[in-house]
C-alpha cells in the first residue's frame, strides 16, 4: 500500500473477522526499539474512555477486542504484534488507530524499514505497508481500521508526532498523568497526510505544525489504579482487612493512564517446608515418574497443556490470539477421531473457542523429547482441517521454528476456498510465556498461578520430554572435524545446517532468559533491507567455514549494550561480552575508577578492553590485574579519544552436540547466565526496568 490508500479487508480474504496487525523496524546499532499502542474512536474521532487507551501499561480488552501481543524477533528486527477480533469491537467504535512511539530523545529517524503488515485468521498476510519519510518525530500513526458500510477497512496513515505516546493519547483525548507540563505537550507535527477513500476523510487532529517539544525530564513512577479493566491482576500475599459494615467505602478519585511503564510482579514468600527430612519430594499434580516412553511422554504433555490453557484463560489467550484466535470460552479435547480415507486419524488434541455463537477450531500435533515432526501427519491434519472448515493446524515439539525455513513442507490445495493456517510453538515458548504470566506479569487468582506453577515444574522436569530445542544436529560432529583439520568447504550443506541449530538455539536462550527476568530478550539480526533470510544463513555458512566462529547478538531490556556471544569452533571457546560506551562527560581516570568500583564483585578473570578511535586497540587486561591500578585501561597517548570499553569473559565450549553435562547447548546456556548473573547486573541500568514519564 501506499500513503493515504485504503482497502477493504472482506475484498482481500474471508477470514478477516479476527486479524494480526504486525508493527515492524530494525535498527542499524540493534539497540532502537518502539512500543505499540492502540487506540479505539468513536464518531468524533475521541476514544470513549480512558480504557479505550492500550498500550503496555493496559494490553488486553476485557471483551478480547484488542490484545497487544509483545515483540517476536524477525530476520530484520523485530516485530509487535496485535491481535484484533472486528466481531468483538463494541458497535459505537468506528475506528482503531494503530501507533508506536519511542522513549526519551529517541526519534523514529533513527530506525530503518519501518513497516506494518496485516495477517487474516489463517496467517496469510494481506497488506504491507512502508513508512519511507520518517524523521524527527517520537511517535508515528502507521495505520487505522475504521468501518464503511458493516465492513472493516485498512488506511495507511503514516503520520508523525513530536510529543511522543502522551501527546499521541491526549491528542485522542485520553486524559494521561505523566508530568504537570505534560498539556503543554500536545501538538503535533505531520509528515505528511495522504487522501482518504472518498468516504470520509481521515480526521486527524488539525492541530498547527510546532517545533519537537524537549524530551521531559522523567518522574519517578507513582503508584496508580487505571480506570480501565485489569486483565492481569497480581496476587495479594495477604488478605486485605474487612471494612466494617457500617463503615462507608472510601470515595476513589478517577485516575488517569500513565505512560511510565510499570511493572506487576507476584509476591515471594519463603514458606518453610514441613517435610522430615530433604528427601521428601513434594506431590505434584502432574506427576512424570511413571513416563516411560515416548508416546507417555507425548500423551501426557498434550493432556497437561491443554488442560491448563483451557483453565487458566489468561495462558490460553496468550498462546492462542497469535494464531488468530478469538477472545472466548475455551475447550480442549485429546486423542480425538476423525475420519480420513479408510483409516481414521486422531490428532494428539483439539482447541475449540466459542465467541457469538461461532466457533474457532484448531487440530494439535505434539512431539516430545527431540523427536521430528512427520511431514506426512502434518499433511494429512492440514487436509482433514480443510475439509472441516476448522482454522488452524498447530504443530508442537523442542524445535524453534525459523522464518523462511520451515520444520515441515506442507503442500495447499490452491483449489480450495477455504484456508488453513499452519503454526509452530516450541516447548520453550510455552515454558517462557508460563514464566511470564507467575513470576513477572501476574494471574487472576491463586488458583490459576498455582496450575501455571504445577505446568511449569512439569515441563522443566527431566522425565518430561518438553525441554525445548536441544540438540544441534547430526551436522555438529562432521562440521566441528572439518574446521578443526581445514577441510570443510564453502557451499557445504551441514555448514548451513549447523547455522540454523545456532540461529535456533540463540532464540530459545532469549526464551530462557527473557522468562528469568521478566524483560525482552531478542536476538540482533544485522542484515539488510528485504534480504531473503535464506540468503542471509547461507552467507553466515560461509563465513563459518572461513574462520570457525558462531556469532550471535542478544539485546536484553533495560541493559548499557548489546550481549555479543561468539563459539570458535578450532580454540573450544566461547565469549560472551558487552561493550559500554564512553561518559559524555568527566575525566578518562575517573571513569575507569568508576567502572572498577562498578564491577567490584565481577569474577576476577573479566577482561576488559579500552576501546579507542582509530584502528590501533586500547589497552586490555583481567580486573584482578587492573583493580589496584585502574589508570592502567587508560591509553599511554593522551590525545586518543576513549570510545567505550569491551568486557568480556571465556569459557570452554561442550564437545557433544546435545543437552548433556558435557554437550555445546548446556555450555551456551551456562556462558549467557554468567556473564548476566556476574557482569551485566552490576552495570547501570540493568538491574531495574528503564523509566520515563512521557514518550
Not at 528486527?77 to 469491537?89: H, K, M, N, P, Q
Not at 461461532?358 to 494429512?380: C, I
Not at 550481549?563 to 560506551?581: F, H, N, Q, V
Request: glycine letters at 8%.
Amino acid at each position: 500500500m501506499i500513503k493515504g490508500s485504503n482497502v477493504s479487508l472482506t475484498a482481500l480474504s474471508e477470514n478477516a473477522g479476527s486479524v494480526i496487525v504486525g508493527l515492524g523496524w530494525s535498527s542499524p546499532t540493534g539497540e532502537g526499539d518502539a512500543d505499540v499502542s492502540v487506540l479505539l474512536l468513536d464518531g468524533d474521532g475521541k476514544v470513549r474512555s480512558d480504557a479505550d487507551f492500550y498500550f503496555y501499561n493496559h494490553p488486553v480488552a476485557a471483551d478480547g477486542s484488542v490484545q497487544l501481543l509483545g515483540k517476536a524477533p524477525t530476520d530484520n528486527g523485530s516485530e509487535d504484534r496485535i491481535s484484533f477480533d472486528l466481531t468483538a469491537v463494541p458497535s459505537d467504535v468506528e475506528r482503531i488507530v494503530i501507533a508506536a512511539s519511542r522513549y526519551r530523545d529517541a526519534r523514529f529517524g533513527e530506525l530503518e524499514d519501518l513497516r506494518v503488515t496485516l495477517a487474516d485468521a489463517s496467517g496469510e498476510i494481506l497488506l504491507r505497508f512502508a513508512i519511507d519519510d520518517a524523521d524527527s518525530v517520537s511517535a508515528v500513526i502507521f495505520g487505522e481500521l475504521y468501518r464503511r458500510a458493516d465492513e472493516w477497512k485498512f488506511r495507511a496513515v503514516g503520520q508523525g508526532y513530536d510529543t511522543g505516546l502522551a501527546g499521541l493519547a491526549m491528542d485522542f483525548g485520553v486524559d494521561v498523568d505523566d508530568a504537570e507540563d505534560t498539556d503543554s505537550a500536545r501538538s503535533a507535527t505531520v509528515l505528511e497526510d495522504g487522501d482518504g477513500d472518498g468516504d470520509e476523510p481521515t480526521d486527524l487532529p488539525a492541530t498547527p505544525a510546532m517545533p519537537a517539544t524537549p524530551a521531559m525530564p522523567a518522574t519517578p513512577a507513582m503508584p496508580a489504579t487505571p480506570a480501565m479493566p485489569a486483565p492481569q491482576a497480581t496476587l495479594e500475599a495477604v488478605p486485605a482487612p474487612r471494612r466494617p459494615a457500617d463503615e462507608a467505602a472510601p470515595k476513589e478519585a478517577a485516575a488517569r493512564p500513565r505512560t511510565a511503564k510499570k511493572k506487576i510482579t507476584l509476591p515471594k514468600v519463603a514458606v518453610k517446608s514441613l517435610a522430615e527430612n530433604e528427601s521428601w519430594r513434594q506431590a505434584r499434580l502432574f506427576p512424570v515418574s511413571a513416563l516411560k516412553s515416548d508416546r507417555d511422554r507425548e500423551m501426557r504433555a498434550t493432556s497437561v497443556l491443554l488442560s491448563v490453557m483451557a483453565q487458566v484463560p489468561e495462558f490460553g489467550r496468550r498462546l492462542t490470539a497469535a494464531f488468530g484466535a478469538p477472545a472466548g470460552r475455551m475447550e480442549t479435547f485429546t486423542e480425538v477421531s476423525l475420519p480420513h480415507g479408510d483409516t481414521p486419524r486422531r490428532p494428539d488434541g483439539v482447541i475449540r473457542v466459542e465467541r457469538a455463537g461461532k466457533l474457532w477450531t484448531a487440530l494439535v500435533e505434539t512431539k516430545t523429547n527431540g523427536n521430528p515432526l512427520k511431514a506426512e501427519q502434518v499433511q494429512a491434519y492440514m487436509d482433514i482441517a480443510a475439509r472441516r472448515g476448522y482454522e488452524a493446524v498447530i504443530t508442537l515439539s523442542n524445535d524453534v521454528a525459523l522464518e523462511g525455513t520451515p520444520l515441515v513442507d506442507v503442500k495447499v490445495d490452491g483449489r480450495r476456498k477455504h484456508k488453513v493456517a499452519l503454526w509452530h510453538l516450541s516447548w520453550a515458548e510455552v515454558a517462557h510465556q508460563a514464566q511470564m504470566l507467575i513470576r513477572h506479569e501476574g494471574v487472576g487468582n491463586a488458583a490459576h498461578a498455582w496450575l501455571l506453577q504445577e505446568l511449569l515444574h512439569y515441563l522443566q522436569h527431566e522425565n518430561s520430554g518438553c525441554h525445548g530445542f536441544q540438540n544441534m544436529g547430526p551436522a555438529w560432529v562432521p562440521v566441528r572435524n572439518g574446521i578443526d583439520d581445514e577441510t570443510l568447504c564453502q557451499g557445504d550443506p551441514r555448514a548451513l545446517e549447523v547455522v540454523e541449530s545456532w540461529e535456533r538455539l540463540v532464540r530459545q536462550v532469549c526464551l530462557r532468559l527473557g522468562g528469568e527476568l521478566g524483560q525482552k530478550v531478542l536476538p540482533v539480526q544485522r542484515s539488510r533491507r528485504g534480504e531473503d533470510p535464506r540468503a542471509r544463513r547461507s552467507l553466515l555458512a560461509d563465513r563459518l567455514c572461513q574462520d570457525g566462529r558462531l556469532h550471535a547478538e542478544l539485546r536484553i531490556e533495560g541493559t548499557p549494550g548489546v550481549l555479543a556471544l561468539s563459539a570458535d569452533l578450532r580454540t573450544g571457546k566461547l565469549r560472551t561480552s558487552m561493550e559500554i560506551p564512553a561518559p559524555e562527560q568527566g575525566y578518562p581516570l575517573s571513569w575507569a575508577k568508576r567502572l572498577v568500583r562498578r564491577l567490584a564483585e565481577a569474577p576476577a578473570d573479566l577482561h576488559v578492553e579500552t576501546l579507542v578511535d582509530g584502528d590501533t586497540g586500547g589497552p586490555r587486561g583481567t580486573l584482578e590485574r587492573l583493580r589496584p591500578e585502574p589508570g592502567d585501561m587508560l591509553p599511554k597517548d593522551s590525545g586518543v579519544r576513549i570510545t567505550g570499553f569491551r568486557l568480556s569473559l571465556f569459557k570452554g565450549m561442550g564437545s557433544g552436540r546435545g543437552n548433556a553435562e558435557s554437550g555445546f547447548i548446556r555450555s551456551v546456556d551456562d556462558a549467557v547466565q554468567r556473564f548476566y548473573t556476574t557482569v551485566v547486573v552490576h552495570l547501570d541500568g540493568a538491574t531495574t526496568p528503564r523509566r520515563a514519564a512521557v514518550r
